[in-house]
Structure formats: structure tokens, C-alpha cells
């Protein structure tokens, strides 16, 4: 059933994208996976539960938070080590992170529509046919199957990361297991978060509700959880009833500098060559001369700040700094923007995408959004060396460089703001008022 599910979504999309220039067809139900409301419902609990966490004190809400449109509000994320919510958290002096998440938080609207078949900023995973999970992750090989959708997959890998949710070597047993490289399997993390859950009476008659298997005796599984989570994000965040797709099912046209930026988007600012199709996203991976800020995606052992992109997956230099074409569905309200979150103004965004190799050498730091955190690498290394900034100018040199006047980037904004939907921002079933773990529920 899953190489159908996700055989279906790579053909929609090579289907689904217009060509540049071109108004998108409107969203229809056709574009999305069914979804279980039940099944959402459970996932709704366990995606603000924070007993997933290595240490039982971070949520996949505290980097996704619908008060932050489905982000955190930060240029990285403090995962572990840090206490406090969106541009408020804040370092815990007894707990201190050894690094900021390296990339900035992504937002989750509209990641049950079928044509979403890459995920993550450099798409390390992604559907894949041929593989017997159907996915190709990291994991490789001992990728376990029962996922029911890359959403499902892509969902729960945070919990494997020390920075994430983890937690620091030697913290707790799930720490202990990703250190020694235990992850599926009986005494893996994934097993051990599956016992915790399954272990709370209110999950097991809840997870035995809605998966008849279960209520037969089957053992809860890693994937049930991550599918419970999958469906809620996929019915909470569908995100297709904003002015634009108004506009699109010729309901009510949009006017004013909201359509002249349209026209700008679709036309001589040439955002279509990148932002095409329904959702704004060709799901490709390009080179734009995005400041590079923070501990960069590098291993433990690694001194350098860097963040190659798209090349750590492919091992292509013709991959260098290129990152994944993100959805604009709501993106006024998921800022900071760019990979690593360079930018907290929408309109300097604008003015540096269009002319990247310029406004390299024009970036303010003081555009980041970055919770003080002593003691790790610094978060300037990269941008404060003129080589580094030197080799992610030349990876974008195919960028074009256009400049926007003032009145262009206001008639964006207006079109941008037209891709704010208050259903999916507000969410539909919004944040618990607690969780059958009974730890606290971050809001």
C-alpha cells in the first residue's frame, strides 16, 4: 500500500507544477492523502506530548508551534538545554545545549499533499520505489517498513538527534541507544520511545481504537506513532482556503497591490522559476547565496561552520549550498527566513533573494534571531570569513540578480500575505489542554 501512496505522489509531481509564467490549477481534495480523523486526533496528543523526548521535556510542538505558523520563531532552534517557548526560550543554565540546531525550523502546512515526495532542507529523505520501506533515508538499509508516508518517516527522526530531542549522551536510555548507534530493533530509541507511550493506559486504549491489529495484541510499534503524527499534521495544517486560492477557483479575485504583486511573482520578478505549482515549490534544490549562520551541518569531529546543502546528500559539488524550493503557503508568518533563518525582515529577504551575490556583502547580523549561548562554536564563522562568503557566491552565480524597488517588494508582501489561510494558521483542533502523559503541554 505504501509503494502505491508514494508511487502516486511522484507522479503528481511531475505533474503538478505549471509552467513558469503560468497561474497553478486550484487545490483540489485530489491533491491530498486520506486522512483518519481518528488517527489525527491520537496524533494531535502525541505531536504536544513531550514523553517522546530523550528527557521528557521537549515536544515536536516546541519547534513547531502553531503561534509561530508551524515554526518556532527563531533563526535555529534550542532544542535540548533550552526552556521557554519561540523567540522567548532560553538557554537553562543546568542544562546547557552543546549546539544550536543547525537549520532553521520548517513550516508543516500542506505535507499531505501527495506531490510533497522530498523532505528536509537538503532532502535527505524522500520516496523511493525501489527500497523495500519505499523511502530513502539516512538509515539506509535498516530503514524499517510500516511508515505509511514520507511525512510519517521525515516526522520522527528529530527524536534521534542529541540537539533535538534526544538529548546529550549519556542522559537517558534514548541518548544512550542513538549513541551506541541502537535505533530500530528491541533496545533501540525508536523501540524504547514505543514502550514509554504504550506503557501510559490512556495511549494503549487510544492507539487500540484506532489500529484494529492493536486491540488484537499487536505490540504498539515506532510507527504507529510517527503515522498518528503524520495524520494529524496532514489534517491540521491542509492549508488551501487563503485569498489566492480564493482567487484561483474564481470565487473572488484579488485587487490592489496584492494582484500587482501577483503579476510581479508571476512575471518579471521571476519567482515562478523556483515557487511554480499549487503549493509554490518546484521541490527542487537551488544554489541562492543564503547567509550561512550558526554551528553549520557538520559532524561532532568537524571544526568548520559550513552547510553544504544539498551536496551532504548527493555528494555533488554541482550541489554545493543548494537548498530545497519551500512552500510559501502562509510564509508571513514563519519567519526567520532563508536555511539557517539569516533573516527576521520579510522585505530584506526579498531584496537579498533577488539579488543574492550583492546582498552577501550587505547582510546585517542583526537580522538573526539568536537566544545568547556561550561555550559552542561561534555563530559568525562563516559569515565573518570573506572565503567562505566567497564559495556560496560562486555556488549561486547561476542565481539571477534582479532588483526590486521598494514599491515591488511592498506589492510582494501583499501577494505573500494573500497565502495566509486563518484556518490552517489557527489550526483545527489547536493545542490539547493536556496529554495522557501529564507532562506540561507548551501553548
Same mark, same amino acid.
Not at 520511545?193 to 504498539?220: H, K, M, Q, W
Not at 547582510?363 to 566567497?390: C, F, H, N
Given at each position: 500500500?505504501?509503494?502505491?501512496?508514494?508511487?502516486?505522489?511522484?507522479?503528481?509531481?511531475?505533474?503538478?507544477?505549471?509552467?513558469?509564467?503560468?497561474?497553478?490549477?486550484?487545490?483540489?481534495?485530489?491533491?491530498?492523502?486520506?486522512?483518519?480523523?481518528?488517527?489525527?486526533?491520537?496524533?494531535?496528543?502525541?505531536?504536544?506530548?513531550?514523553?517522546?523526548?530523550?528527557?521528557?521535556?521537549?515536544?515536536?510542538?516546541?519547534?513547531?508551534?502553531?503561534?509561530?505558523?508551524?515554526?518556532?520563531?527563531?533563526?535555529?532552534?534550542?532544542?535540548?538545554?533550552?526552556?521557554?517557548?519561540?523567540?522567548?526560550?532560553?538557554?537553562?543554565?543546568?542544562?546547557?545545549?552543546?549546539?544550536?540546531?543547525?537549520?532553521?525550523?520548517?513550516?508543516?502546512?500542506?505535507?499531505?499533499?501527495?506531490?510533497?515526495?522530498?523532505?528536509?532542507?537538503?532532502?535527505?529523505?524522500?520516496?523511493?520505489?525501489?527500497?523495500?520501506?519505499?523511502?530513502?533515508?539516512?538509515?539506509?538499509?535498516?530503514?524499517?517498513?510500516?511508515?505509511?508516508?514520507?511525512?510519517?518517516?521525515?516526522?520522527?527522526?528529530?527524536?534521534?538527534?542529541?540537539?533535538?530531542?534526544?538529548?546529550?549522551?549519556?542522559?537517558?536510555?534514548?541518548?544512550?541507544?542513538?549513541?551506541?548507534?541502537?535505533?530500530?530493533?528491541?533496545?533501540?530509541?525508536?523501540? =524504547?520511545?514505543?514502550? *514509554? !507511550?504504550?506503557?501510559? %493506559?490512556?495511549? #494503549?486504549? +487510544? $492507539?487500540?481504537?484506532?489500529?484494529?491489529?492493536?486491540?488484537?495484541?499487536?505490540?504498539?510499534?515506532?510507527?504507529?506513532?510517527?503515522?498518528?503524527?503524520?495524520?494529524?499534521?496532514?489534517?491540521?495544517?491542509?492549508?488551501?482556503?487563503?485569498?489566492?486560492?480564493?482567487?484561483?477557483?474564481?470565487?473572488?479575485?484579488?485587487?490592489?497591490?496584492?494582484?500587482?504583486?501577483?503579476?510581479?511573482?508571476?512575471?518579471?520578478?521571476?519567482?515562478?522559476?523556483?515557487?511554480?505549482?499549487?503549493?509554490?515549490?518546484?521541490?527542487?534544490?537551488?544554489?541562492?547565496?543564503?547567509?550561512?549562520?550558526?554551528?553549520?551541518?557538520?559532524?561532532?569531529?568537524?571544526?568548520?561552520?559550513?552547510? =553544504?546543502?544539498?551536496? *551532504? !546528500?548527493?555528494?555533488? %559539488?554541482?550541489? #554545493?549550498? +543548494? $537548498?530545497?524550493?519551500?512552500?510559501?503557503?502562509?510564509?508571513?508568518?514563519?519567519?526567520?527566513?532563508?536555511?539557517?533563518?539569516?533573516?527576521?525582515?520579510?522585505?530584506?529577504?526579498?531584496?537579498?533573494?533577488?539579488?543574492?551575490?550583492?546582498?552577501?556583502?550587505?547582510?546585517?547580523?542583526?537580522?538573526?534571531?539568536?537566544?545568547?549561548?556561550?561555550?559552542?562554536?561561534?555563530?559568525?564563522?562563516?559569515?565573518?570569513?570573506?572565503?567562505?562568503?566567497?564559495?556560496?557566491?560562486?555556488?549561486?552565480?547561476?542565481?539571477?540578480?534582479?532588483?526590486?524597488?521598494?514599491?515591488?517588494?511592498?506589492?510582494?508582501?501583499?501577494?505573500?500575505?494573500?497565502?495566509?489561510?486563518?484556518?490552517?494558521?489557527?489550526? *483545527?483542533?489547536?493545542?490539547?489542554?493536556?496529554?495522557?502523559?501529564?507532562?506540561?503541554?507548551?501553548?
Amino acid at each position: 500500500m505504501i509503494r502505491l501512496i508514494l508511487a502516486a505522489g511522484l507522479a503528481a509531481l511531475c505533474a503538478g507544477a505549471a509552467p513558469a509564467g503560468e497561474l497553478p490549477a486550484p487545490v483540489t481534495d485530489d491533491d491530498f492523502l486520506p486522512v483518519s480523523e481518528a488517527e489525527a486526533r491520537l496524533g494531535h496528543l502525541l505531536f504536544y506530548d513531550p514523553v517522546l523526548s530523550g528527557n521528557r521535556n521537549i515536544s515536536c510542538a516546541t519547534c513547531h508551534h502553531p503561534r509561530f505558523g508551524t515554526s518556532d520563531g527563531l533563526s535555529l532552534s534550542l532544542g535540548e538545554g533550552g526552556k521557554g517557548l519561540g523567540p522567548d526560550r532560553v538557554v537553562d543554565p543546568g542544562n546547557l545545549p552543546e549546539q544550536r540546531v543547525p537549520r532553521n525550523s520548517p513550516a508543516l502546512f500542506n505535507l499531505g499533499a501527495r506531490e510533497f515526495t522530498v523532505l528536509f532542507h537538503d532532502g535527505r529523505i524522500g520516496v523511493d520505489p525501489s527500497r523495500p520501506s519505499g523511502l530513502r533515508t539516512p538509515l539506509e538499509d535498516e530503514m524499517v517498513q510500516g511508515f505509511a508516508s514520507i511525512l510519517s518517516a521525515q516526522t520522527m527522526f528529530p527524536v534521534l538527534s542529541p540537539d533535538e530531542m534526544a538529548g546529550h549522551y549519556g542522559e537517558n536510555d534514548v541518548s544512550k541507544a542513538v549513541r551506541t548507534g541502537q535505533i530500530t530493533g528491541p533496545g533501540g530509541a525508536w523501540y =524504547i520511545i514505543a514502550r *514509554r !507511550v504504550s506503557g501510559i %493506559p490512556a495511549y #494503549a486504549e +487510544a $492507539f487500540a481504537a484506532v489500529y484494529p491489529d492493536i486491540a488484537a495484541g499487536r505490540p504498539l510499534d515506532f510507527t504507529d506513532i510517527s503515522n498518528a503524527i503524520a495524520a494529524f499534521m496532514e489534517f491540521e495544517w491542509r492549508s488551501d482556503d487563503s485569498p489566492f486560492d480564493r482567487h484561483l477557483r474564481g470565487e473572488a479575485p484579488l485587487i490592489g497591490a496584492a494582484a500587482t504583486g501577483m503579476e510581479l511573482f508571476y512575471g518579471r520578478a521571476g519567482c515562478v522559476e523556483c515557487h511554480s505549482g499549487k503549493f509554490q515549490t518546484d521541490h527542487g534544490f537551488h544554489a541562492m547565496g543564503q547567509p550561512q549562520l550558526g554551528p553549520g551541518k557538520a559532524e561532532r569531529f568537524e571544526a568548520h561552520s559550513r552547510d =553544504i546543502g544539498r551536496m *551532504r !546528500v548527493t555528494n555533488d %559539488p554541482g550541489d #554545493a549550498y +543548494a $537548498f530545497r524550493t519551500p512552500s510559501l503557503r502562509n510564509v508571513l508568518h514563519t519567519g526567520p527566513w532563508g536555511h539557517a533563518g539569516a533573516f527576521s525582515d520579510i522585505r530584506a529577504f526579498l531584496h537579498h533573494h533577488a539579488d543574492p551575490r550583492a546582498g552577501m556583502e550587505r547582510y546585517d547580523p542583526a537580522q538573526a534571531v539568536l537566544p545568547d549561548l556561550p561555550g559552542t562554536k561561534p555563530d559568525w564563522a562563516v559569515a565573518d570569513d570573506s572565503a567562505e562568503r566567497a564559495l556560496i557566491a560562486a555556488a549561486a552565480a547561476a542565481a539571477p540578480a534582479r532588483v526590486l524597488t521598494e514599491g515591488e517588494v511592498e506589492a510582494l508582501v501583499a501577494f505573500l500575505d494573500a497565502l495566509s489561510d486563518p484556518v490552517a494558521l489557527k489550526g *483545527r483542533l489547536g493545542v490539547p489542554e493536556a496529554v495522557p502523559s501529564g507532562l506540561p503541554v507548551e501553548r
